[in-house]
Structure formats: C-alpha cells, structure tokens
C-alpha cells in the first residue's frame, strides 16, 4: 500500500467516519507497527498494548487529526512516544517474555529449508544489534522509510541514521560472510 493510498484511507477515516477504511489501516500497520514498538519497549505483549492503545486514541481523536498528513509517519511517531513512556513507566519490572528467547537453528537439506534456517539466523543477527541500530536498519530497510523520515521519528539526525545503518549493514555482512565461512 502506497503513501497515496493510506492518505485516501486516512481522508475517508476522518470524513465519513468509515470503520472499513480504519480496519484496513489497522490490520496495514498493526504488525509493523508492534516489530517497531517491540524493539523499543522491548517485549511483544508491551508493544502489541502500545500499538492498540494509539489506535484507539486515533479513532477517538480522528476529528482533531484531520490535519495529519503524513499517517505513516504520525503512527512511527505516537508509537516511538508511548514506548518510551512505557519504558520509563516500566523500568523497575522489565520482563522478557518467552518468545525473546532465540530457537536453535534447524538442520536441513532442502534449499527452502535452508533458506528459512539463512532468514532465521539473519534476523538472529539482526535482534543482536544495538537497539537504536535495529530500529534503523527495520525501518530503513522493511519499513521502506527515508533517511530524514527515520531521523524525524526518533528525533536524531539524518547523520546519525545513516551511521547507524552503516554499522547494522556492516555487522550483518560480517554474519553472512561468517555463515558462508564457517570456523572449524
């Protein structure tokens, strides 16, 4: 879904009050959404409630955010605050939850098998960068964002994102060449 599309989504969300057009949002970023809250909060059950609470308060709000442009990026942005409200709340009593916990690699034979245990290792690697490193490489890289779009959301400079990406690509190659060379 395009820039363009959410857009008319959004215009038809806040005009005619359309609950399909919402529900369509919803289930378009609700995913992305919760990997990128995830990353910050730092469990998934913390950021699936973060990113169902700022839907609702979008729905409730939809008349005073009519203004809002870029939906996109007012999600990132509402989602990156109420992570760092939830952390902040949160501090004393971090838990992480079972799924955080890395599954050994499966063996296997098959080219699709071993493409799902090369992607499995891959994203291993990829939950091993520095927090800030992750969210930059997940929203540059899967979430198709811009530099300067990135550095907006989580407020620091475009220099900053580009560094940061630059040291997730770099350390991401080093695991693909050690996968590819492996030590014995």
């Known amino acids: 879904m395009g820039d363009a599309e959410?857009?008319?989504l959004w215009r038809s969300v806040c005009g005619?009050?359309?609950?399909?057009?919402?529900?369509?949002l919803f289930d378009y970023f609700y995913n992305r959404l919760v990997c990128f809250a995830a990353d910050l909060a730092g469990t998934r059950e913390a950021a699936e409630e973060i990113v169902s609470d700022v839907f609702v308060q979008l729905w409730k709000n939809r008349r005073q955010t009519v203004g809002v442009i870029r939906l996109k990026t007012y999600l990132y942005t509402a989602v990156?605050?109420?992570?760092?409200n939830y952390?902040?709340?949160?501090?004393?009593?971090?838990?992480?939850?079972?799924d955080s916990i890395a599954e050994p690699a499966e063996t296997a034979?098959?080219?699709?098998?071993?493409?799902k245990e090369l992607q499995q290792q891959l994203d291993a690697a990829v939950d091993?960068?520095?927090?800030?490193?992750?969210?930059?490489?997940?929203?540059v890289r899967e979430e198709g964002f811009k530099y300067k779009e990135?550095?907006?959301?989580?407020?620091?400079s475009p220099r900053t994102v580009e560094t940061q990406l630059a040291r997730a690509v770099a350390r991401l190659r080093e695991v693909l060449q050690a996968m590819q060379h492996p030590v014995r």
Do not use: K
Request: net charge positive.
């Open 16 to 24: 005619a009050d359309d609950q399909s057009a919402f529900r369509t």
């Open 6 to 8: 959410v857009n008319a």
């Open 80 to 84: 990156r605050h109420r992570s760092y």
């Open 150 to 156: 990135v550095a907006a959301i989580l407020d620091v």
């Open 87 to 98: 952390i902040r709340d949160h501090q004393r009593h971090r838990w992480l939850g079972l």
């Open 109 to 115: 034979i098959q080219p699709s098998l071993e493409w």
């Open 128 to 139: 091993r960068l520095s927090p800030q490193c992750r969210t930059v490489f997940r929203m």
